[in-house]
């Protein structure tokens, strides 16, 4: 029998040690598409928020607003060289982060800041050593907690930027350096072997002064370590090496912030570590890898996207951390399918999450990653209560996860790149899908795409792709 988070919900109003609402009180949303919940909520009644800046602000629709706009669309390219670039040359240009009237955006060995209006450069600083990650640049605050409702005010920012090196570099909203940690050893196999590798990281996420970060060695070595950093000094608290590693393309992931610690995706299902000392005290074992960012549902519950197909939510239940529901948007075939890498986002009542077609899933042969077509992708709308299947728009190649947005005539639009570097949206009305439209062309694919769009307060969508940060009007 299948158990809606609904019923969760209402029961959590009733069971002493259950939050309220079912709610993970304190959990910090993290920049990538999704919604959060901060506190408690009546029963019977959700809060829901929209990210925007790195930070979740209070939104009944629960998906983010925007305005008509007469923006001009921008972009600005970076310059990737062997000189820029470290030592790897095609790591592309991270994610963007909007705050305010600012884009800030981290590629190689440069972090800059736009003019969200005009692509006019602000400032710009050279960093210590390449980006690591797609994640690019983290805003967090040593006044924030797991819990705050409201982002804190300008000038009570801090920019941290996780290096290839595994360093991190802090800086405030004009760019001038607060403080930098030494680079990361190469794990023990390593070092031993004289072999290579890069740190990739999650975004770092604040709570109490402190900010807590995932990084992960890819090379000769794979290594995930989870790290706290205190944000006043940019000394190391702790650092715990986890037993079941961040999955290959988990460095676009995030770390979530709840009551019980952070809450960090491996490669068997979830971790939660506490705060103090970053020891496990719970966790969820579900066979599979998290394969995307976990994105906070707008009740407040966490959405987890498994690499066999599977979403499911999870919740805190009597101070541990369990699954409430689980499907498979398409049926798995008995070898299941190795390198599925599904991306989502919640709003109003559902689930818009990627993943393969039916026909790949049934095929022989699992596709390896770099031959996986369009055609054996789709988008899938599911029912948030129940994970049902809605319905599917077949074809459509989704990196990353689509960010809903509702325009000023109360047309919702999912927007999203595609596997060729292009934005595009596609409408969603009365539980289904329209047709997929074309708002940008794309460029290089093999280029490093960002797994994120962003909105600006202009009602403009900012991304990158390639080697050049755009602004376009939706």
Known sequence: MTVSRREVVRAAAWVPGMLMGATLAGCAADGDAGQGSSGSAPAGQTQTFVSYGGYTYPNTDGVAETAETDAAAWERTFKMDDTSMGSLTDAGVAAPL??????????????????????????????????????????????????????????????????????????????????????????????????????????????????YLAQTFFGSAAESRVRCIDLASGEEQWSVTLADRIMSNAYTSNIVLCDLGVVVPTAKGLDVLNFGTGEVISGIDAEFSVHAPIVEAYDGTLLVCFDDNSVAFATVDDGSLRLVNRGWPAKRGDKGVDGVYPYACVFDDMVAVTGFTNDALLQDKAPAYDEISSDQLALYLLDADTLDVLDTAEGVAVLGAPQAVRLADGTVWLVFCNRSGELCRIEVENHGFGSVEALDEGSDADAGIAHDVTLTKSGCVAYTTGESVRVVAL
Do not use: I
């Open 98 to 211: 909007v705050l305010d009237d600012a884009v800030y955006v981290a590629g190689g060995r440069v972090l800059a800041k736009f003019d969200a209006a005009s692509g006019d450069v602000v400032e710009q600083v050279d960093l210590p050593y390449a980006v690591g990650g797609s994640t690019g640049v983290s805003v967090v605050s040593a006044s924030e907690s797991a819990g705050a409702a409201e982002a804190p005010t300008p000038g009570d920012r801090l920019l941290v930027v996780a290096l290839q090196d595994g360093g991190l570099a802090a800086y405030d909203e004009d760019l001038e350096e607060l403080w930098q940690t030494d680079p990361l050893g190469s794990p023990a196999a390593s070092r031993d072997s004289d072999l290579v590798g890069e740190w990739y990281a999650t975004r770092a996420r604040a709570h109490e002064g402190r900010a």
